[in-house]
């Protein structure tokens, strides 16, 4: 996996894209991008004030492509981009907390409709009873210290995953909604993928 900061990541995918493709549109666009944060899988990029309109030159077709292929190879696998209408990273915090809002609202509106909310709020208490544990450890910012607190919680992920997915069967999508959201939580706090994390607790699962 690249260990490029987010500036050298974007600048050298800027770089080999105008080398492989002379458009001037596409270099105004590629020029007036503000990178803003490297996730999981994907880049989210902002735009200078008043050049939003040139993000189609980025968003589709062929160039789209062609900037994603060089960004993976930079990452050292699958990277995707994200356009958004923001220039700072306080911006897109923003939108992205409003996006998980919506995405909150959606759960909740899916486990009334399937009559399980006391399955999903079960799962929201056991999410802050996560956040509680993670926010009281000491020199969090280590990756060891955040790697050793997935292994601690692992077995209570099983265990509180064993009880609720035990429900009847109308509660199993808001489980498996729920049981996501906790991962996307996990990987929030800890950087470590989401998947990743979920392919961990499937191999302790079929051990146990």
Same mark, same amino acid.
């Given at each position: 996996m690249s260990t490029l900061s987010l500036e050298e990541v974007w600048n050298k995918t800027?770089?080999?894209?105008?080398?492989?493709?002379?458009?001037?549109?596409?270099?105004q666009a590629l020029d007036s991008v503000v990178p803003l944060?490297?996730?999981?899988?994907?880049?989210?990029?902002?735009?200078k004030p008043g050049t939003f309109h040139l993000r189609t030159h980025i968003e589709t077709g062929?160039?789209?492509?062609?900037?994603?292929?060089?960004?993976?190879?930079?990452?050292?696998?699958?990277?995707?981009?994200?356009v958004v209408e923001a220039t700072s990273v306080e911006e897109w915090q923003a939108i992205r907390a409003k996006e998980q809002r919506i995405e909150e609202v959606e759960v909740e509106e899916f486990a009334r409709r399937k009559?399980?909310?006391?399955?999903l709020r079960e799962w929201e208490r056991f999410v802050l009873? +996560?956040?509680?544990?993670? %926010? #009281?450890l000491p020199q969090r910012s280590l990756p060891q210290?955040?790697?050793?607190?997935l292994y601690q919680v692992m077995p209570r992920i099983l265990a509180k995953k064993k009880e609720l997915?035990?429900?009847d069967e109308a509660s199993k999508e808001t489980n498996e909604k729920a049981f996501a959201? +906790?991962?996307?939580?996990? %990987? #929030?706090w800890t950087g470590v993928p989401s998947p990743l994390i979920a392919l961990e607790l499937l191999k302790r699962e079929k051990e146990g």
């Open positions: 800027v770089k080999e894209v105008k080398e492989r493709n002379f458009f001037p549109p596409f270099w944060s490297l996730e999981e899988d994907h880049i989210v990029l902002g735009f062929s160039n789209r492509l062609l900037i994603e292929e060089v960004l993976s190879r930079l990452m050292g696998k699958p990277y995707t981009l994200k009559g399980t909310m006391n399955i009873e +996560l956040h509680r544990m993670y %926010s #009281s210290v955040r790697a050793y607190f997915y035990a429900e959201r +906790l991962l996307d939580r996990l %990987s #929030s």
